[in-house]
T-cell receptor, first 112, second 115 residues
Framework: GNSVTQMEGPVTLSEEAFLTINCTYTATGYPSLFWYVQYPGEGLQLLLKATKADDKGSNKGFEATYRKETTSFHLEKGSVQVSDSAVYFCAPPRGGYQKVTFGTGTKLQVIP | DGGITQSPKYLFRKEGQNVTLSCEQNLNHDAMYWYRQDPGQGLRLIYYSQIVNDFQKGDIAEGYSVSREKKESFPLTVTSAQKNPTAFYLC??????????????FGPGTRLTVT
């Protein structure tokens, strides 16, 4: 079945540092790919998505490019802020009728 | 505004009591999901439903039950058989189909404490 391998955390960065969180996937075909973010005490929110190969999803300064040649969807941000401290989940690809099983996510802590 | 609501946000129960967590969505989504999250852990799938009156067990269904009598509602009952029920519970929904993208929309969660 479809699955992801996501970099383990926690990741601690200073404010304005560059962020990369690695995510590689296995999937049948070329499904949409997603990154979610969870702030403390809240539910998950969709951060960005890419619906086909070579697409770049972006939101709030975060970017991820759907690379089918390396089966990767790494999350990047050029300059992190303290407010970016959260847990980030790379969601496994799924077809419309498949369940989704999330991993543990990557906790990011940004210090001033 | 469309979205998912979960109530209550905090719930306290005594050991041995069943408790039902509410989840309602007005997004007209076919699929709904329940996840459990423990401190510092990822999400684990409890149950999911793709259509009214049908649902499937996820990875950790023991000690839980669900119903799907209406498209917009998917309540979760934590029974006394669940050995360690204290956790953060998240409900989600998504559209279904063979085309398009299927992001999940999450509720704000219910934090259940059993003592």
């Amino acid at each position: 079945g479809n699955s992801v391998t996501q970099m383990e955390g926690p990741v601690t960065l200073s404010e304005e540092a560059f962020l990369t969180i690695n995510c590689t996937y296995t999937a049948t075909g070329y499904p949409s790919l997603f990154w979610y973010v969870q702030y403390p005490g809240e539910g998950l929110q969709l951060l960005l998505k890419a619906t086909k190969a070579d697409d770049k999803g972006s939101n709030k300064g975060f970017e991820a490019t759907y690379r089918k040649e390396t089966t990767s969807f790494h999350l990047e941000k050029g300059s992190v802020q303290v407010s970016d401290s959260a847990v980030y989940f790379c969601a496994p690809p799924r077809g419309g009728y498949q369940k989704v099983t999330f991993g543990t996510g990557t906790k990011l802590q940004v210090i001033p | 505004d469309g979205g998912i609501t979960q109530s209550p946000k905090y719930l306290f129960r005594k050991e041995g009591q069943n408790v039902t967590l509410s989840c309602e969505q007005n997004l007209n989504h076919d699929a709904m999901y329940w996840y459990r999250q423990d401190p510092g852990q990822g999400l684990r799938l409890i149950y999911y439903s793709q259509i009214v009156n049908d649902f499937q067990k996820g990875d950790i269904a023991e000690g839980y039950s669900v119903s799907r009598e209406k498209k917009e509602s998917f309540p979760l009952t934590v029974t006394s058989a669940q050995k360690n029920p204290t956790a953060f519970y998240l409900c989600a929904s998504s559209p279904l189909g063979t085309g398009g993208s299927y992001e999940q929309y999450f509720g704000p969660g219910t934090r259940l404490t059993v003592t």
